[in-house]
């Protein structure tokens, strides 16, 4: 069974950074690009951005891109969101997906961040 | 980016009604769209992918079809256990979302 679990959510103040990690189990991980993607409090979702299999191409949406860093370490079957600068708009869940033949074809059940004074 | 446009934003049935969900995308995405169900306090899944292929797993009463911009996802008859808002995706380009069509039943 496919299986993807996040963890590092919780509470952050402003300005602050936080790491998030996704273990990933069931599949062979080294064999598939990941992806993060994020959901605000009543809000959508948005594609914050997704990393090759050995980490040679990394692509953000381009808002995020300064602010967040994607990377994983197959050894561990981890994938990891590093998040600095945060504020009251980086308050969502975030969600590990890996990208098979489709992209988020399997999802984590997300890690909830919450930035706040 | 592509902008991904849902209607009707809350749509109200009732079980055994056929139902139909709307994709309209800002330019031609070339059959590169998903539809994923989240219901309540859970993370989201994959129904179909590509516009008409339907992820292992789902039950077939779910269907889509489009080319092009316009895109539907189809419901053959509504079950209790659909009430979720379903959400669009492409992914021809730089993915982006649809903001969601929340289903209830009437």
């Known amino acids: 069974e496919v299986k993807l679990v996040e963890s590092g959510g919780g509470l952050v103040q402003p300005g602050r950074s936080l790491k998030l990690s996704c273990a990933a189990s069931?599949?062979?991980?080294?064999?598939?690009?990941m992806g993060w993607v994020r959901q605000a409090p009543g809000k959508g979702l948005e594609w914050i951005g997704e990393?090759?299999?050995?980490?040679?191409?990394?692509n953000y949406t381009p808002s995020l891109k300064d602010k967040f860093t994607i990377s994983r370490d197959n050894a561990q079957n981890t994938l990891y969101l590093q998040m600095s600068k945060l504020g009251s708009e980086d308050t969502a869940i975030y969600y590990c997906?890996?990208?098979?033949?489709?992209?988020?074809?399997?999802w984590g059940q997300g890690a909830s961040v919450t930035v706040s004074s | 980016d592509i902008q991904m446009t849902q209607s009707p934003s809350v749509l109200s049935a009732s079980v055994g009604d056929r139902v139909t969900l709307n994709c309209k995308a800002s330019?031609?995405?070339?059959?590169?769209l998903n539809w994923y169900q989240q219901k309540l306090g859970e993370a989201p899944k994959l129904l179909i992918y590509?516009?008409?292929n339907l992820q292992t797993g789902i039950p077939s009463r779910f269907s889509g079809s489009g080319s092009g911009t316009d895109y539907t996802l189809t419901i053959s008859s509504l079950q209790p256990e659909d009430v979720a808002t379903y959400f669009c995706?492409?992914?021809?380009?730089?993915?982006?979302f649809g903001s969601g069509t929340k289903l209830e039943i009437k």
């Open positions: 997906a890996r990208i098979g033949v489709t992209p988020m074809d399997a």
């Open positions: 069931g599949f062979s991980f080294n064999d598939y690009w």
């Open positions: 990393i090759n299999q050995d980490s040679s191409t990394i």
């Open positions: 330019q031609n995405i070339n059959k590169y």
């Open positions: 590509n516009t008409n």
């Open positions: 995706f492409q992914h021809n380009s730089w993915p982006t």
